[in-house]
């Protein structure tokens, strides 16, 4: 190994030595980081909801005028999109998964407990409900025709039968054996619990307000200006019932105003709505990894060319005593390894304060020593690979360059 | 130990060939001090760098050491250079980064050799050039004489069978060209081969024969009238 003389070689050069592994240090520090960062956006992004989101429209619609109730006017909707061409089933409701607004309650079971009980996200709906979602009932039974009441705006929403997830279910009855039981929502009467799905997310992608998948859904029409219809089209009909829902329902009330960016949309632009940030601060965090690479390896590859130039009758003189094409080579590969391994020390000590830092100042999670690992192997490897080229020039430098005059 | 025969250097452009060793013929024995001299652009440094195995030939044989070298590949011409010869340069080169003890443990490591062979040779071989005090230092703080010393000492510290030396005493002034040169003669008294390319006709004429080159192919002196005054044999 060629490591003491290229140490002592290393010492006559601390400018460009320790530049270049003070920038593997940084580049490693925040890559660490902002890699971490991106998988934990991408992890959320691809957070499922329970849902079927494929063929499924939602609807975002607002009545316009002040007639005494909109329950009517609820009814002749879904009747117009049930009605549609290539439509499987639509319902109306408060709020679904990804809306990024809706309702929260308490449960509990002691109604007369003073604490709020556990946070739930609460949805409206009907025995069309469970269907149009394409959310899975692993217990129970769905909603009856009857059971479905109309809520005034001043009313306190309730109803004696409510479906729930099976989070919500294990979360207040940990020991099993939910169904049948009841519960009380904040403060309210009553509810049997009829039903559990297999999961159905909040509206909310953060939990700050319900922690956990942790959703009550209750037959119940709220009488109010602004609706959401969902709607659940046949496969390979969702283009054609995307097209045909504006038409359809200004075509049986004018009264109406479906916004441009929130009226009809298809799941995938609320999916895209509702992760936009996520997906912006992902992207964002992946190019400016891969900016610090590319200076990074930049800075290497030009440094190590500056050096191999420099060095050009160095390296004859090597080949003239008998280094071999693969001598200089590894001499120059090793040379950015021990610089880079200085550097990745370096930023191991860094990229854990930073994380320390973020988690202290911003709430953020703590840096898994994984991304840690990732990243040291990355830079290594990225070291390795930008002196390569620098490396093969100077290997190929030729012995009599040894006898030539500088 | 070293022959030539009939041996030919080209350089090509698109429209011109340029000769720089032509018909070239030499014979050095084992043990034996040759003196190369010429003119500046003769071929004396393109012989010696051919000889080194610094560069290859177009045509023609060379046998080092009993060994046809024209058909060996980069990595033999790189063990046969680390192995077998020991070079000298006019410019010294040492490597400025490395001090004095790195510096002549260079071919050695190449060869991979283990440490403590290492350290012996090199503490011998820089008793032998006077220098041992020295290990420590790097070439910037070195006289050129005792830079020349050094890379004596490196070229010596691989035992080589043959030692070329290329105007070794070119960049000294004449009282460290008369040392270095008197370390040369006491290294072939000791039995070493050593080829020496040099212009300057005193240092030649310390050395046992000289063979001269004009042009790219060597001479016979006896035929030159210009070169009479200079001896053909060394003092030894």
């Known amino acids: ?406 | 130990m070293l022959k030539m025969t009939h041996l030919a250097k080209v350089y090509r452009t698109e429209v011109v060939e340029t000769y720089a060793l032509r018909d070239f013929n030499i014979d050095v024995k084992e043990g034996e001090f040759v003196a190369v001299t010429g003119p500046s652009g003769s071929g004396k440094t393109t012989f010696l760098t051919i000889a080194g195995l610094l560069e290859t030939f177009t045509g023609g044989q060379y046998h080092l050491d009993g060994v046809e070298v024209s058909q060996l590949d980069d990595n033999a011409r790189s063990r046969i250079r680390n192995e077998k010869i020991g070079f000298i340069f006019q410019a010294f080169n040492l490597i400025p980064d490395l001090n004095v003890f790195d510096n002549v443990e260079v071919p050695l490591r190449y060869r991979g050799m283990k440490a403590a062979e290492r350290k012996q040779r090199i503490m011998d071989a820089l008793e032998r050039v006077g220098l041992a005090s020295r290990a420590k230092h790097y070439p910037a703080e070195l006289s050129g004489g005792q830079q020349q010393r050094v890379a004596i000492a490196r070229a010596l510290a691989g035992s080589p069978r043959l030692l070329l030396a290329d105007e070794p005493t070119g960049n000294l002034d004449t009282q460290m060209a008369r040392g270095v040169m008197e370390l040369l003669e006491e290294i072939h008294r000791e039995g070493a081969t050593i080829v020496m390319v040099t212009h300057d006709p005193e240092l030649a004429a310390r050395a046992q024969r000289n063979v001269h080159v004009i042009d790219g192919q060597v001479v016979d002196l006896s035929e030159e009238p210009r070169f009479h005054t200079q001896p053909h044999v060394a003092l030894s």
């Open chain 1, 1 to 406: 190994m060629q490591i003491k003389p290229i140490l002592s070689a290393l010492r006559r050069h601390k400018a460009g030595t320790i530049l270049i592994a003070l920038q593997i240090a940084l580049t490693l520090a925040i890559v660490c980081n902002a890699l971490f960062i991106v998988h934990e956006r991408v992890d959320k992004v691809n957070r499922t909801t329970g849902l079927d989101e494929t063929n499924l429209i939602a609807i975002g619609n607002d009545y316009v005028g002040a007639p005494e109730t909109f329950a009517p006017l609820m009814k002749t909707d879904l009747q117009t999109l049930r009605s549609l061409p290539g439509v499987v089933d639509a319902y109306v409701t408060n709020a679904y998964p990804l809306r990024q607004g809706g309702w929260s309650t308490g449960v509990q079971t002691d109604p007369d407990s003073k604490k709020e009980g556990i946070s739930t996200a609460l949805y409206f709906g009907d025995d069309h409900a469970l269907k149009t979602l394409g959310v899975r009932l692993i217990a129970g039974r769905n909603f009856n025709a009857g059971e479905t009441q109309t809520v005034k705006r001043e009313q306190q929403p309730g109803s004696p039968q409510i479906i729930v997830t099976k989070a919500l279910a294990d979360k207040v009855f940990p020991d099993g054996n939910a169904l049948g039981k009841v519960v009380y929502l904040a403060k309210g009467k009553p509810s049997t619990i009829i039903g559990i799905v297999e999961k159905l997310t909040s509206p909310w992608i953060e939990n700050n307000y319900v922690d956990g998948d942790y959703v009550v859904i209750m037959p119940v029409i709220f009488d109010s200006s602004f609706q959401n219809f969902l709607v659940r089209t046949q496969p390979g009909q969702e283009d054609a019932v995307f097209k045909a829902i504006p038409q359809a329902l200004y075509a049986v009330n004018r009264m109406r105003v479906l916004p441009e960016k929130l009226g009809v949309r298809r799941f995938e632009d609320v999916r895209a709505r509702a992760y936009e940030a996520d997906r912006g601060m992902a992207i964002l965090m992946s190019v400016v990894c891969g900016v610090l690479l590319a200076i990074t390896a930049a800075g290497i590859v030009g440094l190590s060319s500056f050096w191999v130039g420099q060095r050009r009758k160095q390296i004859g003189v090597r080949r003239a005593l008998g280094a071999r094409r693969s001598d200089i080579l590894s001499y120059f590969m090793t040379e950015n390894f021990l610089i880079a391994l200085v550097g990745v020390v370096v930023g191991v000590v860094l990229a854990v304060g930073l994380s320390q830092w973020m988690f202290t100042h911003f709430e953020m999670k703590r840096l898994s020593l994984t991304y840690v690992g990732i990243g040291v192997v990355a830079l290594l490897a990225l070291g390795q690979a930008a002196v390569f080229a620098p490396a093969l020039r100077a290997s190929r430098v030729s012995p009599v360059e040894a006898t030539r005059s500088v």
